[in-house]
């Protein structure tokens, strides 16, 4: 554990945070005032200590750093280089003149001064390794066996190839003739590594940085993952913070995903800076979402709407293009948007975000419906987002866009509502036992279960037959009613049927064969429809205005359309 001297949320009071994990995660949107937080921790650090080099056990990595080193590395003594990298000036060890100095202002700067200490960070490197190569050698002579074999594949030069090997095994390194050297596995020839890749140089510089650090440090990183993938750079920290269990991290990033692959690291959120002393923040202690969806959210600035579906369905394909003033996130079941929607805004106290769900209609009843606008979910107009591509206001744009002619589109039209009109007449019996299990298992699901078990035992036993049958007989009659009435709008309101969109090619297909017409309708007629669709949504305000009619006011709102 250690203790860091902290703002207190909303305060100039200055607090002992107490850190008890190895690492701390601040995160936050761009300009909410993470770096000012991080100068804060160390400038705290250094003013609260005593003696000649005040802020010794503090070592910020700052985000402004110039990751250009020499061919050949100035070779000086560890303690020279050491006190270079932490005080910014090997003979004078006063953070505050001399690493945080603007040179041209001549003033303090502990935020934004620009860090040039590539070489520094590698003379103590090398400084260290033949240290340890020096007693390594005296162990030898003087027949300290054990100490020799404990130490062998152990020394800072092993370690430092080992983790490099594990982040980027891709490449080699070797540190020799005061050069750091690189090449691929497999080739005899090396190169000087100053000539390697911006994210290359940016791994050496940390792990050294790192390695070489004094024992029981407080580690500061601002931007871990700058110029780095995103493949490599938890893997990088987690390796760093293994070998070096001693030091605390803490880390200062934007990166959602970053933070949410750092399981085990204290995370605080900062909302917001007064550019002065104070900042508005949340420790976040709990998080029902899965894979850190929670920072993801905290991460932008726009209005949040949970779906259903993935990435990849046509759910996600839609609502990114009709809400794209929204934060869209898919979250694969009905069930989760309900549960993410309800969870997050019970959460205010971490965002000013407003949140809303929506998900596909399927066989709910009005009352389920008015009960989920209460928790700010809201459903389709549609019985699933897939109903919409045989909208027939939908189906006469794209037939429009393909210069097909009004009676065309009119027997087209025709054919695909007569041939889903009786796909679900032929579907009834079926639809009829889903629409009645879904209605079950919500009515059990908002029972009030008052009293004790005997009570509720008694309750439901005299409940079930009589709610059953009524809600048996109410769908049959209401599905029966509208498949008797042939209201084509109707039954894609309640027809759920994955596979409907099948027969647009049926009756591309059909028509292809024994129409007459000169008109270029062909079997595949219909094959890019639904992408042409989306595509369109990206900029056609008249398509747009079609998709609209079938989306909850509420949720219009929240897009601001």
């Known amino acids: 554990m250690v203790s860091i ?11 002992d945070y107490q850190l008890d994990n190895q690492s701390l995660i601040i995160i936050g949107a761009n300009g909410s005032g993470k770096s000012h937080l991080a100068a804060f921790i160390e400038k705290k650090d250094y003013e609260q200590a005593t003696g000649e080099k005040r802020g010794e056990k503090c070592l910020r990595i700052s985000a402004q750093r110039i990751m250009n080193f020499d061919k050949y590395i100035p070779l000086k003594s560890y303690e020279q280089s050491e006190q270079k990298i932490i005080f910014g000036d090997e003979r004078f060890p006063d953070k505050q003149s001399a690493k945080w100095r603007n040179n041209k202002t001549g003033s303090t700067d502990w935020t934004t001064s620009v860090i040039d200490d590539y070489n520094d960070v590698l003379s103590a490197t090398v400084a260290k390794i033949n240290e340890e190569y020096k007693k390594f ?15 062998t594949n152990h020394l800072l030069s092993d370690e430092i190839e080992l983790i490099w090997n594990k982040v980027l095994p891709e490449r080699k390194i070797e540190f020799q ?46 931007e871990p993952e700058l110029h780095l993938h995103p493949s490599i750079v938890n893997r990088l920290w987690s390796i760093l913070e293994k070998y070096r269990q001693d030091c605390h991290f803490i880390y200062v990033t934007h990166d959602t995903e970053f933070a949410a692959q750092h399981p085990d690291a204290k995370i605080i959120w900062v909302k917001s800076f007064d550019g002065k002393n104070k900042w508005d923040y949340e420790e976040l202690t709990d998080n029902i979402f899965p894979d850190g969806l929670l920072l993801k ?17 046509w759910d996600y394909k839609i609502y990114s293009k009709i809400f794209s003033q929204c934060y869209v996130i898919p979250c694969r079941s009905c069930h989760n948007v309900i549960d993410y929607t309800k969870a997050y805004n019970e959460k205010k106290d971490l965002h000013h975000l407003r949140v809303f769900g929506l998900i596909d209609r399927d066989y709910r009843t009005s009352e389920e419906i008015e009960n989920l606008k209460k928790e700010k979910v809201y459903c389709l107009n549609v019985a699933e987002v897939e109903n919409l591509f045989l909208e027939e206001s939908i189906l006469r744009y794209y037939h429009r866009q393909q210069k097909i002619s009004d009676s065309v589109s009119d027997t087209l039209i025709s054919n695909i509502k007569q041939k889903i009109i009786d796909s679900f007449a032929d579907d009834l019996n079926k639809q009829e036992d889903s629409a009645i299990k879904a209605r079950i298992k919500y009515h059990f699901s908002v029972l009030p279960l008052n009293g004790n078990i005997a009570e509720i035992k008694q309750y439901l036993y005299n409940d079930i037959d ?36 099948s027969v647009l090619n049926e009756i591309a297909a059909s028509f292809s064969r024994e129409s007459q017409s000169t008109e270029n309708i062909t079997k595949d007629f219909y094959r890019n429809y639904r992408e042409f669709i989306v595509r369109a949504l990206s900029s056609d305000t008249e398509l747009c205005n079609i998709f609209y009619q079938y989306f909850p006011a509420e949720i219009l709102k929240l897009n601001k359309i």
């Open 297 to 313: 959210i905290l991460g932008n600035r726009k209005n949040v709407l949970f779906i259903e579906g993935k990435d990849t369905s």
């Open 5 to 15: 001297r902290f703002p207190k949320k909303n305060s100039e009071e200055v607090i």
């Open 137 to 151: 050698y005296e162990d030898s002579k003087n027949g300290n066996v054990d100490e020799c074999r404990r130490k």
């Open 466 to 501: 009589k709610t059953i049958d009524e809600i048996k007989n109410h769908v049959i009659n209401r599905l029966k009613a509208i498949s008797e009435s042939k209201e084509y709008n109707q039954i894609l309101t309640i027809y759920n049927q994955k596979g409907l969109y």
């Open 177 to 222: 003739d005061a050069c750091v050297l690189a090449k691929f596995p497999d080739d005899k020839d090396a190169y000087n590594g100053n000539q390697m890749s911006d994210g290359e140089r940016v791994c050496l510089y940390m792990i050294c940085q790192v390695m070489v650090a004094p024992r029981n440090m407080l580690i500061l990183v601002d």
